[in-house]
């Protein structure tokens, strides 16, 4: 399994981002697939969720509303696009495998992480 995101960067508060992440090493469109983010001093969270096929999503409820995940099984990618960030968004930024919403997200197999940095 690997995962490789990319898209972030430093923004302004109440600016968005575009985050990406690839997925290779395994039947991406069997799966659902997650955001999971870690600020600093602070645990992982999850953020949003994806069910395989795009049809249901959850999101955490600090993000709600801001932020929409989704993917295309076409290109193996899952996407996060983030609006009207607060300073309290930066984070790095994780896309995992698997529904992050209902497990400790220590577990889950995720990705190199990129930095959203808002300030």
């Known amino acids: 399994v690997q995962l490789v995101e990319s898209g972030g960067g430093l923004v302004q508060p109440g600016g968005s981002l575009r985050l990406s992440c690839a997925a290779s090493?395994?039947?991406?469109?069997?799966?659902?697939m997650s955001w999971i983010r870690q600020r600093p001093g602070k645990e992982l969270e999850w953020v949003a969720c994806?069910?395989?096929?795009?049809?249901?999503?959850t999101y955490a409820p600090a993000v709600k509303g801001r932020f929409v995940i989704d993917r295309d099984n076409a290109k193996n990618t899952v996407y996060l696009q983030l609006n009207s960030l607060k300073t309290e968004d930066t984070a790095m930024y994780y896309c995992?495998?698997?529904?992050?919403?209902?497990?400790?997200?220590?577990?889950?197999?995720r990705g190199q992480g990129t930095q959203v940095t808002v300030s």
């Open positions: 994806l069910n395989p096929y795009g049809e249901a999503q």
């Open positions: 090493g395994f039947t991406f469109k069997d799966y659902a």
């Open positions: 995992a495998k698997d529904w992050a919403a209902t497990v400790d997200p220590r577990r889950l197999v």
